[in-house]
Nanobody
């Protein structure tokens, strides 16, 4: 089972920025739409950003204009640039295909706090 590996999280002050990365060991990564998901404490995991195999993007309303999803198919890597971080963005962030095909990784924790 392919398991993505997420990285780049950390503790950041409100208004700060982070860039998350996710590497997937799958030779056909480039064929799949990929998404960033997040799970805040006590809540269900939610999809927040998607990039198609062709590069088209979509975002959940609360993160539009602040989050930018991108991919580098040559590196089998997915990125999420997060700007203007808010306390409500505190969560564990995961990547997976959309719809999900891979096992869930361990995620990367983003904590927004002053």
């Amino acid at each position: 089972q392919v398991q993505p590996v997420e990285s780049g999280g950390g503790l950041v002050q409100p208004g700060g920025s982070l860039r998350l990365s996710c590497t997937v060991s799958d030779t056909i990564f480039r064929l799949y739409a990929m998404g960033w998901y997040r799970q805040a404490p006590g809540l269900q995991r939610e999809l927040v950003a998607v990039v198609s195999s062709g590069g088209s993007t979509n975002y959940e309303d609360s993160v539009k204009s602040r989050f930018t999803i991108s991919r580098d198919n040559a590196k089998n890597t997915l990125y999420l640039q997060i700007n203007s971080l808010q306390a409500e963005d505190t969560a564990v962030y995961y990547c997976n295909s959309n719809p999900t095909r891979y096992s869930w990784g361990t995620g990367t924790l983003v904590t927004v706090s002053s």
